[in-house]
């Protein structure tokens, strides 16, 4: 929890990551807490490993700076932090409403094992396991596509004349 | 006999000419379009000729019956025809005449651009009076009734590039809406009381009711309704005002449709349902005191007009004054002689005047006439017959027509000496301004011959003035071709013996059936006659006098002494003023009713409810949309933090309504 | 023994904290954060109703969000590098070419 209100606290994306990362691993804890060792492992190794460590290449490539306060921001945290609370006490009220017919959870048995997990997922969950490995690699394309130098991507569809050529080579805007 | 389950072709056949002529007229020559007209108008003739031969009043009426035209619960209305005395005297006289004037259109219309155009008029004008004439019930008669409306407004508005032309054609129609109002009125109680509209039908529930006394009461109001629609048809008081006013129209349209047949058409209707009428003395004296009045009122505009077409129009008027008179006092049958005789005589009167209008290259002013009886030999023979007619010389025709009308008004149960009184000084008045006409017309020295190169200049302007000058005569007036004349010699000598099927009151008993005054009556007469035998022939005798009277009175005053009218009219004054502006009716109509209605309709229905409340339902609609969509515009702003905000909002609402609700398990 | 409602609570502040983070923040980047943290927060609910009532597919849910989130995560960091090329800036409220 304290992660995230960083998050929200911090100016400069650095430490909003740093924060977030904070978020992660504490989440990784909670699960192993509620049995589930495999969806921690993963998070760990995927969200923590590989989602941040994205954010982080990005925010370093971009060379992201602090945000500056402005009026706007001014007047969207002026409505939106009280809003936000009272939606956050709504929710908190609802499910503590609730807690009557929900029953307290066991602390400690890791019974979220792998070869279960597994079991379920090449049998039940087939179907969605691998319309999502479809839908990696359509975002690969996508993040490939979207990232790249707009004149690659012409270049890949132009064949240049003889003339051309010579005059991108001389412009040095050849590949 | 068979012949009569034809008798839907009659109709037809000229329905027939005039969608060829109408359709195609543009692209067929002069001759085509002329043997077209004829051959489907003469056609219907002989077939009536036929009809004629055919006819037994023992067997009569005939009806021919298409079935399943409207059925609502138990009304029922077919297309269904009918002939009995009363539609054959009518069927003769609408396709002799009608022919007779077809025939004359060719050669008085001859150079005319829209030559196509008048003969396919003409036959649809003769399909719908003869869809009026030959109707078995209301409904089909009014389909003929509208018709010849409609007829009547192309045609008098023929030449529709003149002003004039076309805004008389707008005033015959909506004046003659004005009685279609009552006569719908009429057929609506009928729907409503007796269930039918069928001819059979009505009058047999009708002669099942008593006679109403004085006063209000179903058959009064049908019969004073039916009255409203006949005074617009047949120009009587107070809407008559069309008629004059459609002298615009081409002559032989004057001739065919205010002469001899469609005005006639409210004669004909009153007659029809004269079961109702003689159930209902005080619509019966309605009808004749609107006749009498009107014959009167007529004839004194008559004496002032300068045009020879109005004079004629107003003549019009004042006979079909006496028609209703007629009608009026229960002599339906003398009503109807009179409309059979009055079409000869009154056609053959216009379409004299057209001959003369013609020869002289389109004037119609009788004060550039005179002295035309040298250049028109025949015409003049002609038009004076009718004239002798129409004044009531015996023994011509119009004399045993008026003479029977005169004496019912006097003799009748209904009638009183009043009526004759007035009858007898209204031919008085006839006969003055007919030979008033004819001296001014015929007599004297021709006061146009200096005229006549102003005259052509004036035709030229008026390229569309009646008649031609283009004949490429510079000489002055010329007697009419044969194809003019013929029709003209042909009226004239029915003029002259049509009288006679009147003689002994043979007429009357001929349409006896269809009156049905029947026994009672036709014995109440002869009573009547045997005991007033002396009487007629004295009352026969002062309206001969008051004939010969007109007469001399026209003589002196337009051939011996010219210079006393002038005289008289400045001695007169303002009644001269009045009388010779037709007492300013229609100035007044103007002021009582147009003006009202055209001010209200462009202030309410024009700016009020047109402009204020449909166009400003539109337009503010319209604006409304513009802003909704003017203020909603501010959400798509392009920041994508507001839209964010927005989708928050959003959920927060759905989740809020979940959590309230209550999501089911 | 923690009750379950403690579990469900974490998890909606971190859903409103996402929440929150997104609304405010003008740095895209910090904003597909905020969204990851979102993500999260559902994820602790998923595994949190799987251990009470012993359902591995639960478990194999969350598994599912975290790939999704991963596709969602490289694309979108994908975009906002071509923007920032074309744009220089990482302001989202600059980025509003398609206001009128």
């Known amino acids: 929890m304290a992660g995230a209100v960083n998050l929200l606290v911090q100016s400069h994306p650095i430490n909003s990551a740093l924060s977030l990362i904070v978020v992660m691993a504490s989440l990784a804890a909670e699960y192993l807490l509620l049995g589930a060792e495999f969806v921690a492992a993963v998070q760990v190794i995927v969200y923590a490993g590989a989602i941040m460590v994205l954010f982080l290449i990005t925010i370093m490539l971009l060379n992201a700076g602090k945000e500056e306060r402005t009026k706007g921001s001014r007047v969207a945290t002026l409505i939106g932090v009280p809003g936000v609370m009272i939606g956050a006490v709504l929710v908190a009220w609802t499910l503590v409403g609730r807690s009557s017919t929900t029953h307290s959870v066991p602390i400690g048995a890791l019974w979220g094992a792998p070869k279960d997990i597994a079991r379920l997922l090449f049998r039940d969950f087939l179907l969605p396991f691998e319309v999502t490995s479809v839908l990696i690699l359509i975002a690969i394309m996508g993040a490939v596509v979207l990232a790249s130098r707009p004149e690659a991507i012409a270049r890949t569809h132009h064949r240049p004349e003889p003339q051309e050529e010579r005059e991108l080579v001389a412009a040095g805007k050849d590949r | 006999m068979t012949l009569t389950s034809y008798l839907w072709v009659v109709p037809l056949l000229p329905l027939t000419g005039a969608a060829l002529n109408g359709f195609f007229g543009r692209q067929l020559p002069r001759k085509a379009i002329t043997a077209i007209a004829l051959i489907f108008c003469g056609a219907a003739f002989v077939m009536a000729l036929a009809l004629a031969a055919g006819f037994s009043s023992a067997s009569a009426p005939y009806s021919c019956d298409f079935k399943h035209w409207l059925r609502s619960g138990d009304f029922q209305v077919d297309f269904s025809f009918y002939l009995d005395q009363l539609s054959l005297v009518m069927l003769l006289v609408v396709t002799g005449v009608g022919f007779l004037i077809h025939i004359y259109s060719v050669g008085y219309m001859a150079e005319d651009d829209g030559y196509y155009r008048f003969m396919a008029y003409l036959n649809l004008f003769m399909f719908f009076m003869l869809t009026l004439v030959l109707a078995k019930n209301y409904l089909v008669m009014f389909i003929g009734w509208e018709g010849v409306g409609l007829a009547s407004y192309l045609l008098i508005g023929f030449w529709f590039i003149k002003d004039s032309a076309a805004a008389a054609g707008k005033k015959a129609f909506i004046v003659n809406r004005i009685g279609d109002f009552g006569f719908l009125i009429a057929l609506f109680l009928m729907i409503k009381h007796f269930g039918s509209l069928d001819f059979t039908h009505v009058f047999a529930a009708v002669r099942t009711l008593p006679t109403e006394s004085a006063g209000a009461g179903l058959l009064t109001s049908i019969g004073l309704l039916l009255m409203v629609g006949a005074a617009g048809k047949s120009a009587q008081i107070p809407l008559y005002v069309w008629l004059p006013d459609a002298m615009e129209g081409p002559t032989p349209v004057s001739a065919l449709i205010h002469a001899a047949t469609m005005v006639t058409a409210g004669v004909y209707m009153v007659s029809r349902s004269s079961a109702i009428f003689e159930r209902a003395p005080m619509a019966m004296m309605v009808v004749a005191i609107v006749g009498t009045l009107t014959a009167l009122f007529a004839a004194t505009i008559g004496i002032a007009q300068t045009d020879i077409k109005k004079v004629l129009a107003y003549s019009t008027v004042s006979q079909l004054g006496y028609m209703f008179m007629a009608c009026g006092v229960g002599a339906f049958s003398a009503g109807i002689f009179h409309l059979m005789t009055h079409a000869f005589f009154k056609g053959l009167l216009f379409l004299a005047a057209g001959s003369v209008i013609h020869g002289i290259g389109g004037e119609q002013d009788m004060r550039k006439m005179g002295g035309l009886r040298a250049y028109m030999p025949v015409t003049f023979l002609t038009m004076s017959v009718a004239t002798f007619t129409i004044a009531g010389f015996p023994p011509l025709a119009a004399y045993f027509s008026k003479d029977e009308i005169l004496w019912k008004a006097y003799s009748s149960p209904n009638g009183s000496w009043v009526f004759w009184l007035i009858g007898v000084i209204t031919a008085f008045i006839t006969s003055f301004y007919m030979f008033r006409l004819w001296f001014l017309t015929f007599f004297g020295d021709y006061r146009g011959a200096e005229a006549t190169q102003d005259a052509k200049h004036q035709s030229a302007a008026h390229a569309t003035h009646d008649a031609t000058d283009q004949h490429g005569h510079g000489h002055g007036p010329h007697e009419s071709p044969w194809v003019m004349l013929g029709p003209l010699v042909m009226l004239a000598i029915l003029s002259i013996v049509g009288g006679w099927v009147g003689i002994g009151g043979r007429f009357e008993h001929f349409l006896a059936p269809v009156f049905q005054s029947g026994a009672a009556e036709l014995a109440h007469e002869s009573a009547g006659e045997a005991a007033g035998q002396g009487t007629e022939t004295l009352l026969m005798l002062i309206s001969v006098t008051a004939a010969v009277l007109g007469f001399l009175l026209a003589w002196t005053l337009y051939l011996r002494r010219p210079q006393l009218p002038a005289r008289i009219a400045a001695g007169l004054g303002a009644l001269y003023d009045a009388v010779s502006h037709k007492y300013y009716i229609d100035e007044l109509y103007a002021v009582l009713f147009v003006k009202p209605l055209i001010d209200g309709s462009t202030t309410i229905l024009w700016h009020g409810v047109d402009q204020g409340v449909i166009d400003a339902a539109v337009n503010d609609s319209a604006t409304a949309a513009r802003h909704v969509s003017d203020n909603a515009r501010h959400m798509q702003s392009g920041n994508l933090r507001s839209y964010a905000g927005w989708v928050a909002a959003g959920a927060a609402v759905v989740i809020a309504y979940m959590v309230w609700m209550g999501v089911p398990r | ?100």
Request: glycine share 6%; hydrophobic share 65%.
């Open chain 3, 1 to 100: 023994m923690v009750p379950l409602s403690y579990y469900l609570v974490l998890s909606g502040i971190l859903f409103v904290c996402g929440v929150l983070g997104f609304l405010i923040k003008r740095n895209i980047i910090t904003i597909f954060m905020s969204i990851e943290l979102m993500l999260n927060g559902v994820n602790l609910s998923f595994v949190a109703f799987a251990a009470q009532w012993h359902a591995l597919s639960g478990q194999v849910f969350v598994f599912f969000v975290m790939v999704v989130a991963a596709a969602e995560a490289a694309v979108g960091l994908a975009i906002v590098i071509a923007v920032y090329r074309t744009r220089e800036t990482l302001n989202v409220d600059q980025v509003n070419l398609l206001k009128l």
